[in-house]
């Protein structure tokens, strides 16, 4: 799908004059231009009469000149001078004044809607996140290889870390081998910083990367992924560098059946949440369902946690040919440590294509 196309899809949303985007994923995706959100202001504004504009610095210009496809408006403005004056022309050759403008409300600052809001008090705004990312959720064939491109240096940098990796290392020295690892791989960037849980500490699902020495026969969870022109791989796998106990054991074949459900349940045309209840329920099944504290998955792409799809259990949206997700069930006990198993997945017309091929066993050291 050209830039042009999906110009077009974001100009359909019905309700909005026009659409604005800040810097950042969105941007990327509707214009393939990378500019950095910072504290100079950037917008781009799709008007629904085809029109295509930029409000941004002077700085910034050369490189919107290297798009000439893109046919923009420019309307300039300099640190000496300052913002407003580019909102205000923006406004007035555009005839926004009085009407109604569309954001994306997750990404869209207070700072620039003010801006909007202070020159013109009768400029309306129109919440239109969620229409955005339905563009978005379907990916193309050509974002797919990328996520496939992405998932593969990341599980080759795992092989090359494990290699390594020893009981007395730190969670930040694993986690800092592992990032030169996906580097290494040929990943452009990491996906996020990645979270290396040792024993305990892995009990805590979004937990942080500490100077605690990973030991002998506890849990070692790695959640990370690589990033390859903008999109992004999100793989979680937990080991045992020793022998795990039998509770140890229980709760990660627990963990691996609730991500085999979750696999088979979905597909085309499946409620979202039905997918995150056939996790659910093996987990429950097996008396930890306290335990397993968040949803089942997120969409995935040029941004690691894109609202849809969205694997939860009351979601009744489902689930179409395009969509990449994950699937992440966990069990997280105090004191002992936890386990998550994740995969990235893509709906096709038939089925599900699981993405990632690491092995799910529980492997040991």
């Known amino acids: ?178 990032k030169d690892e996906l580097a290494a791989q040929g990943c452009d960037d990491v996906a996020f910083e990645p979270l290396v849980q040792t024993g305990p500490n892995s009990a805590l699902p979004h937990g942080t990367v500490t100077e605690r020495a990973l030991k002998a026969d506890e849990f070692l969870l790695l959640d990370f992924g690589g990033k390859v022109d903008g999109y992004l791989a999100d793989i979680t796998r937990t080991f045992c560098l020793g022998a795990p106990t039998g509770d140890m054991q229980r709760i990660y074949d627990t963990v691996l059946a609730a991500n085999e459900a979750a696999r088979t349940a979905a597909g085309p045309g499946v409620a979202m949440g039905a997918v995150d209840r056939a996790a659910r329920a093996v987990i429950e099944a097996a008396g930890y369902g306290p335990y397993f504290t968040h949803r089942t998955g997120h969409g995935l792409g040029l941004d690691g946690h894109e609202p849809i799809p969205q694997i939860a259990a009351s979601v009744t949206d489902r689930l179409e040919p395009g969509m990449v997700f994950t699937i992440e069930p966990g069990i997280y006990i105090p004191d002992l440590g936890g386990v998550r198993i994740e995969d990235d997945v893509l709906v096709t017309e038939t089925g599900l294509d699981v993405l990632t091929s690491y092995p799910r066993q529980l492997q040991r050291g």
């Open 1 to 178: 799908m050209s830039y042009a196309e999906r110009l077009d899809r974001l100009r359909a949303i019905p309700g909005a004059d026009a659409i604005a985007i800040v810097p950042g994923a969105n941007m990327r995706y509707f214009t393939g231009l990378n500019y950095h959100l910072s504290e100079r202001p950037i917008i781009a504004l799709v008007t629904s009469d085809g029109g295509l504009a930029f409000i941004l610095p002077q700085l910034e210009v050369i490189r919107l000149q290297t798009r000439p496809d893109l046919a923009a408006q420019v309307f300039a403005w300099t640190d000496t001078d300052g913002y407003e004056g580019a909102f205000r022309a923006a406004l007035d050759a555009l005839g926004l004044r009085g009407r109604t403008l569309g954001v994306d409300g997750l990404t869209m600052r207070v700072t620039e809607w003010l801006t909007f809001q202070a020159l013109d008090p009768s400029l309306r705004v129109r919440a239109v996140e969620r229409e955005i990312m339905q563009i978005r959720a379907r990916k193309t064939p050509d974002e797919i290889q990328r996520i496939r491109r992405a998932i593969q240096l990341s599980e080759r940098a795992l092989d090359r870390l494990l290699v390594w990796v020893q009981p007395g290392m730190t969670e930040r020295a694993i986690a800092a081998r592992l």
